[in-house]
Every structure is written in C-alpha cells, then in structure tokens.
C-alpha cells in the first residue's frame, strides 16, 4: 500500500508541473494516456502482492498440517504433565494401551461446580464351579460415582470422588472414594494429601471406565483391596535433569496407612517407591513398584507381620495390536476388605504370594475390539490355593462417552475380593460424562 501511494503522488506532482509548463491540450492528452498506463501497472503490482501474501499462508499451512500429520503416524509421547491430544484413531489406540497419564495430577483444569460422572451396569450368568456362593447373578449396578476435580488455585489442586453403589449393597462406609489436596511445587513435582489409589503398578491405578475387562486382575483385589488408601505422596517426572535417557521417567513416592485400608489398627506407615519410563519407539512403558510395610496378625499368632510386595509391569502397543502384562509377589496378606479385622482363613505368618496377567487386544476398527487374558495368583490366603483364569471377549463403543462388553471366563476356582468376578459370562455397559 505504501508503494501504491508513492507511486500516485509522484504521477499527481508530475502532472500539475507538466500542465502549468505546457498548457496544450497536446500535452494534457498525453499525461492522462500515461497516468492510465501507470495506474493499471499499480493494479498489476497490487494483485502480484496479494497473490504472493496467500501463497505464504498457504506454504505456511501445508507446513503446519504436515508437522501435525507426522506427529500423529508416529503416536507422539506425552509431555512432561502426561498430557496429549491426539486425534488419530490409531494413536487413541495406542495411548489407550500404554496410558501415559496415569497417575497425574490434578492440575491441568479448573475445577467446576458440573461433577463428571460414571455408571457402569452388568448383566452376569453361568457361576463357575463350586462358586454359588461368591456369585453375584443377573442385573447390578457395579460402578455409580460423581467426582469433581480440578485446580482449585494456581498452585493447588484437589479431587472428591462419592460412589453410591456400596450404599445400594448396603455398605455405606465405602461412599467416598477420592478425597484429596494437592500442591504443586513446580512442574516436575506435585505434593498429594489424602485419600487416593496406592501408586503400585499399572491395573492398581486404572480407571474402570477404560479397563477392557470386567475387573482388575485376581492379584489386585488380594494385595490393594479397593485400591485405595490414606496417606501422602510426592510424584512428578524426571525431565528436569535435561538427560534424554531419563526423558518421560516418572516417580511416585508415598506413605500410607496400609492394612487393608480399613482395617488399619497399627501405627505403623506403608511406603511405596514407583517409577515408570515411557519411550517413544517403539510406544512401550515399563514400570518397577515396591511397597515395604507391616500388616497386623490374628491374635494369639506372632512370627514375621511384614507386607513387603514388588510388582513389575509393561504396556506395548505396535499397529493395531496392543500388549500388557504385569507381576507382583510378596507377604500373603493377613486380612480381607472390612471395615473391622476380617482374617485370612489361610493366612500364616511368612506366607508368600504371587500373581500376574498377560492382556491381549487387537483393534478391529475405531469402534470395535477384541481382547484375552490371561491371569493367575498363587497362595490364596482364604483357600490357600492357586487360581488361575483366562478371559476372552469383545467391546464396542457406543458413541463417544460409552461403551458395551461382553466377557467369558474360564476360572478353576473362586477368587475372594472386593471386585470378584465368579461368573463365566459378563456383559458390561458403562458411560462417562
């Protein structure tokens, strides 16, 4: 534009000088064939510059998209808060399986006065053998809960999370679920207080809203009943040190009360140590956890009360195809889910368990998906016998808050826990929103 009005005041000089020397209609005639002749040049040049300037954008863009396109085929790996927005379906695939914000903190939205809110119904028939009765047939509502949870200040965050479904079975003590505060040091490091899931391995910390399978594995419901527990933890990442070897590490370090969750008659603290490296290639994450505790014992018994356990864990995801697996072994424990001391029949001191699954998936489309699994545990505290089960099935979205399974088990004996699933067949419909 600049150009543009030069180029007019110097042709408008021009002319008033040529005009007051000259004065023939010669000359006049002469001047105006030259001004139309440059004002279509300053058309000309006018349209070469608006063409150049979209051109520009459009090299701009084709760059942008390009860039996005890469990230996307390649399924980038999180940022340091565990965050990623990815819009691919394969990529949503593979975080699915690797999960890389597992455990996060609160942080990264506001907390409002709208609750997110979780219903999961299910249909079971066909008990296994000899489980008539640890079986919970036909129609239940196995996860009805509401939580808020969000930044509260620009350094603090907190969760409150109420489930309803105990209340329905009629165990009301277990209505609250998550209730915690948490400050954030920097952005490497969050301090968390309360009530909240133990940072033990990956299906600990899993949400139900996006486990494939009816429940946790067998392990889980024996050695972290509820998941839960009171206490604190200081977590964050390692990407602070700047070394690329350590890049996406992230840690958790917490105390808590430990024995069952409600059945905590000692003083004594549980400490619980996990890391956890995600890589971007091949998309694998691979966790190590360690608990170290004391567990109370049934009257009239002494010998060793320890609740030390270690569990190793792994999520891989490669196409279409998605892997898990996950080990942990230690102390038999002593008691079951209760709110006063419920001892394990089985149970004696020095005892040892172990157990672990292998997860399976294949997804068919953006919608469809099928999955196995494998899973066992060995030294039952109620039994003292080993169970061992294997999973197949399906699930479909349905839209894009819910989602419908259909499960069949093969399972040599019953499990005892606050999750148990003794049933052969499962149909499971939740939603979240």
Same mark, same amino acid.
């Given at each position: 534009?600049?150009?543009?009005?030069?180029?007019?005041?110097?042709?408008?000089?021009?002319?008033?000088?040529?005009?007051?020397?000259?004065?023939?209609?010669?000359?006049?005639?002469?001047?105006?064939?030259?001004?139309?002749?440059?004002?279509?040049?300053?058309?000309?040049?006018?349209? &070469?510059?608006? +063409?150049? #300037? =979209?051109?520009?954008?459009?090299? %701009?863009? /084709?760059?942008?998209?390009? $860039?996005?396109?890469? !990230?996307?085929?390649?399924?980038?790996?999180?940022?340091?808060?565990?965050?990623?927005?990815l819009?691919?379906?394969?990529?949503?695939?593979?975080?699915?399986?690797?999960?890389?914000? &597992?455990?996060? +903190?609160e #942080? =990264?939205?506001?907390?409002?006065? %709208?609750? /997110?809110?979780?219903?999961? $119904?299910?249909?079971? !028939?066909?008990?296994?053998?000899?489980?008539?009765?640890?079986?919970?047939?036909?129609?239940?509502?196995?996860?009805?809960?509401?939580?808020?949870?969000?930044?509260?200040?620009?350094?603090?965050?907190?969760?409150?999370?109420?489930?309803?479904?105990?209340?329905?079975?009629?165990?009301?003590?277990?209505?609250?679920?998550? !209730?915690?505060?948490?400050?954030?040091?920097?952005?490497?490091?969050?301090?968390r207080?309360?009530?909240?899931?133990?940072?033990?391995g990956?299906?600990?910390?899993?949400?139900?809203?996006?486990?494939?399978?009816?429940?946790?594995?067998?392990?889980?419901?024996?050695?972290?009943?509820?998941?839960?527990?009171?206490?604190?933890?200081?977590?964050?990442?390692?990407?602070?040190?700047?070394?690329?070897?350590?890049?996406?590490?992230?840690?958790?370090?917490?105390?808590?009360?430990?024995?069952?969750?409600?059945?905590?008659?000692?003083?004594?603290?549980?400490?619980?140590?996990?890391?956890?490296?995600i890589?971007?290639?091949?998309?694998?994450?691979?966790?190590?956890?360690l608990?170290?505790?004391?567990?109370?014992?049934?009257?009239?018994?002494?010998?060793?009360?320890?609740?030390?356990?270690?569990?190793?864990?792994?999520?891989?995801?490669?196409?279409?195809?998605?892997?898990?697996?996950?080990?942990?072994?230690?102390?038999?424990?002593?008691?079951?889910?209760?709110?006063?001391?419920?001892?394990?029949?089985?149970?004696?001191?020095?005892?040892?368990?172990?157990?672990?699954?292998?997860?399976?998936?294949?997804?068919?489309?953006?919608?469809?998906?099928?999955?196995?699994?494998?899973?066992?545990?060995?030294?039952?505290?109620?039994?003292g016998?080993?169970?061992?089960?294997?999973?197949?099935?399906?699930?479909?979205?349905?839209?894009?808050?819910s989602?419908?399974g259909?499960?069949?088990?093969?399972?040599?004996?019953?499990?005892?826990?606050?999750?148990?699933?003794?049933?052969?067949?499962?149909?499971?419909?939740?939603?979240?929103?």
């Amino acid at each position: 534009m600049k150009l543009t009005v030069g180029l007019l005041l110097c042709l408008s000089i021009a002319i008033t000088v040529n005009a007051q020397q000259a004065g023939s209609d010669t000359e006049i005639k002469e001047l105006e064939r030259k001004l139309d002749q440059a004002m279509r040049q300053v058309e000309q040049l006018t349209i &070469l510059i608006q +063409s150049m #300037r =979209e051109e520009i954008d459009r090299l %701009k863009g /084709e760059r942008r998209n390009l $860039t996005g396109s890469r !990230a996307e085929s390649v399924a980038p790996a999180p940022s340091s808060t565990g965050q990623t927005k990815l819009d691919n379906p394969l990529a949503e695939f593979t975080e699915r399986i690797i999960e890389p914000e &597992l455990g996060h +903190s609160e #942080r =990264e939205g506001a907390i409002t006065a %709208k609750p /997110e809110i979780f219903i999961q $119904t299910r249909y079971a !028939a066909a008990p296994i053998p000899s489980a008539a009765s640890e079986f919970e047939p036909n129609l239940s509502l196995t996860r009805i809960e509401v939580r808020w949870a969000g930044k509260v200040a620009d350094r603090v965050g907190a969760r409150l999370e109420i489930q309803f479904h105990p209340a329905i079975d009629g165990s009301p003590e277990e209505l609250v679920n998550d !209730a915690f505060i948490e400050y954030y040091l920097n952005d490497h490091a969050t301090i968390r207080v309360g009530q909240f899931i133990k940072p033990f391995g990956f299906e600990i910390q899993q949400s139900s809203a996006v486990r494939e399978s009816p429940e946790r594995g067998i392990f889980a419901g024996y050695f972290f009943p509820g998941q839960r527990d009171r206490g604190v933890m200081i977590s964050g990442n390692l990407d602070f040190l700047g070394r690329s070897a350590i890049k996406n590490t992230h840690y958790f370090f917490g105390a808590f009360n430990g024995n069952r969750f409600f059945a905590d008659t000692n003083r004594q603290l549980n400490y619980i140590i996990r890391l956890r490296k995600i890589f971007d290639r091949p998309r694998l994450a691979m966790g190590l956890s360690l608990q170290r505790g004391k567990q109370i014992l049934p009257e009239g018994i002494s010998g060793d009360n320890n609740e030390n356990i270690i569990g190793v864990d792994f999520q891989y995801a490669i196409g279409r195809i998605g892997f898990r697996g996950e080990f942990a072994a230690g102390n038999t424990p002593s008691t079951l889910l209760s709110i006063e001391p419920e001892f394990a029949p089985a149970f004696r001191p020095g005892g040892h368990s172990s157990g672990g699954y292998f997860f399976a998936t294949y997804r068919i489309n953006s919608k469809d998906n099928l999955y196995a699994r494998y899973d066992q545990f060995n030294g039952d505290p109620v039994t003292g016998r080993n169970v061992r089960a294997f999973n197949f099935g399906y699930f479909r979205k349905v839209g894009e808050l819910s989602r419908l399974g259909f499960d069949y088990q093969f399972k040599n004996r019953p499990s005892f826990n606050n999750d148990a699933v003794n049933g052969r067949f499962h149909i499971t419909w939740g939603i979240e929103f």
